[in-house]
């Protein structure tokens, strides 16, 4: 299991919980401004990042380490947007990202 905490720092880090103490297993500094918001998916090897520099990021563990696909979030839509990120399917890459509007 997984563990990911964001930080004024612009620093995300990700602990694994093997076998009972928390480990810490990367630091993730992809987003240039505070990181606020941190959802896993119930895969439990993606999570989404948010950042008050206007981007939100899709992170997934791969064999290099975590990799993560950018959401440029600062373009404005009308009305409230929400992003929901789930599993589908048995592989394990198989993903889908919702927009909600």
Not at 65 to 75: E, V
Request: charged residues 20%; aromatic residues 8%.
């Amino acid at each position: 299991m997984f563990l990911a905490t964001g930080s004024t720092d612009h620093i995300i880090r990700v602990y694994y919980f093997g076998s009972g103490q928390p480990e810490k297993i990367s630091e993730l500094e992809s987003h240039t401004d505070k990181v606020d918001s941190i959802q896993f998916s119930h895969c439990s090897d993606r999570f989404v990042s948010g950042s008050r520099d206007g981007t939100a990021r899709i992170w997934q563990l791969q064999p290099q380490g975590w990799k993560s696909i950018l959401l440029d979030m600062q373009t404005k839509l009308p009305g409230q947007l929400m992003i929901c990120v789930n599993c589908v399917g048995k592989g394990k890459n198989t993903h889908t990202v919702r927009k909600h509007i």
